[in-house]
């Protein structure tokens, strides 16, 4: 079994920036709508956790797969790219809080997102600061885009929290494709994989890595397989419990009785958007186990299609 660490509360869910709250009280009388944000697939390893401490919310999964991978795109698209589509979906679709699971958007385009809107966001960037607390080696890698790694953001979390450790920041130009692609039912070889994971494994000075940092949301979706390549065994850590306890923090936790009721009964369908191709609704619904209705697919500057 791979070894999987959630990160505690760092600067991977919680930015310096003040976040607008929803106060418990306004929600009292109903559900959250929550609104779960990705480039791709990627952000379904973060909706699970937050669908489990809020498994009475109304769910939105919406991947601007027309524009993945967003660590493809320079800083300036990508801050537009982010915006306009956002600007969108919350304006269709009022969510009372929105989730930006992926790492290289966070890490540039949060602030402008807070400037824009009152609903409250929650980011996802490196967890450096828990992986290099429980790094006993010293010695720790962190697993992202190429974006994501030459953010100064990164930089500067290394710089602040390394405390001692020796960090390695490890681009990968394919495993978020290729993850995406293992999450599409395609057939995705292992050397592959291998290949995108092996300069996270340093052995020198008489110390070897031993806690590798999953900075991109979709390398959770292929733990077992990360686990099972890996030249030895190794903490990775996962930052979707932390950003699900920053969820309940900001609109509160499911009432005892709201949980109950949400584990005896069929969850509200989650809605499905993409920018692209209709989401895959089967697979997903496995994915997340949970139903979800008819994908649309969203024209930023026009109506959606698929499900009315």
Wanted: aromatic residues 4%; glycine residues 6%; proline residues 10%.
């Amino acid at each position: 079994m791979p070894i999987v660490s959630p990160a505690a509360e760092s600067p991977a869910v919680t930015s310096p920036a003040p976040l607008p709250r929803v106060l418990a009280s306004e929600l009292a009388d109903r559900a959250p709508t929550i609104l779960v944000f990705d480039s791709g697939l990627g952000g379904l390893s973060v909706f699970r956790e937050v669908a489990r401490v809020r498994p009475d919310a109304h769910f939105i999964y919406a991947a601007d797969d027309a524009a993945f991978p967003y660590g493809a795109l320079d800083d300036e698209t990508l801050v537009n790219r982010v915006g306009h589509v956002m600007d969108r979906l919350i304006c269709d679709m009022k969510p009372d809080l929105v989730v930006i699971a992926c790492n290289t958007a966070s890490t540039l385009a949060l602030p402008s997102l807070r400037a824009r809107h009152t609903v409250p966001f929650v980011g996802t960037v490196p967890a450096i600061k828990p992986a290099c607390l429980a790094s006993r080696t010293r010695r720790v890698s962190v697993l992202a885009t190429p974006g994501t790694v030459r953010r100064d953001y990164t930089v500067a979390l290394v710089r602040e929290f390394a405390s001692g450790c020796d960090v390695a920041l490890v681009p990968s130009d394919r495993l978020a494709g290729l993850a995406e692609a293992a999450m599409a039912g395609d057939l995705v070889d292992d050397a592959d994989i291998a290949a995108e994971i092996a300069p996270c494994f340093v052995n020198a000075g008489g110390r070897r890595t031993d806690t590798v940092v999953l900075a991109c949301t979709h390398y959770p979706l292929i733990l077992d397989r990360l686990a099972r390549l890996a030249p030895w065994p190794v903490t990775f850590i996962d930052p979707a419990p932390a950003i699900a306890r920053r969820v309940t923090q900001l609109i509160g936790a499911a009432a005892p009785q709201e949980a109950t009721q949400s584990r005896n009964e069929d969850p509200p369908l989650v809605r499905l958007v993409s920018t692209l191709r209709p989401l895959e609704a089967d697979r997903i619904a496995i994915i997340v186990g949970r139903p979800v209705a008819p994908p649309q697919v969203l024209d930023p500057s026009g109506p959606p299609r698929g499900a009315s």
